[in-house]
């Protein structure tokens, strides 16, 4: 608590950060422009991780991340984003190869 750091989290603690926490947490924090694409950001990980899926919807989600991204590569850092950032490109495309994300979730292994 001394150094406000969050240590020692498991792949599920941080998914539910970024879906539902950080919508929360940021509010007050970022000016409006980047508020607004953290939260296309949550928005993109609540679509992909949910359970139903729409084919049309899911045609939509596929042009998003891009998007998202250059809008936070406006705001952040180059040092932020690493190759782990642009991986979400792909998961759209993994969805439709695949199956729903929620089924390839390996929580229940950690």
Do not use: G
């Not at 992909?48 to 899911?58: E, G, N, T």
Request: with cysteine.
């Amino acid at each position: 608590m001394k150094d406000l750091k969050l240590v020692s989290l498991k792949s599920h603690d941080c998914h539910i950060l970024i879906q539902q926490l950080l919508v929360v947490a940021k509010r007050d924090i970022f000016p409006n422009k980047v508020r607004l694409a953290i939260t296309w950001l949550c928005l993109f990980f609540n679509a992909i991780c949910s359970k139903v899926f729409d084919p049309i919807k899911l045609d939509e989600l596929e042009n998003e991340p891009a998007i998202i991204l250059c809008q936070l590569e406006m705001y952040f850092p180059p040092v932020f984003f690493d190759i782990m950032v642009h991986l979400i490109v792909h998961l759209v495309r993994e969805i439709k190869c695949c199956s729903p994300i929620y089924l390839l979730w390996m929580y229940l292994i950690e």
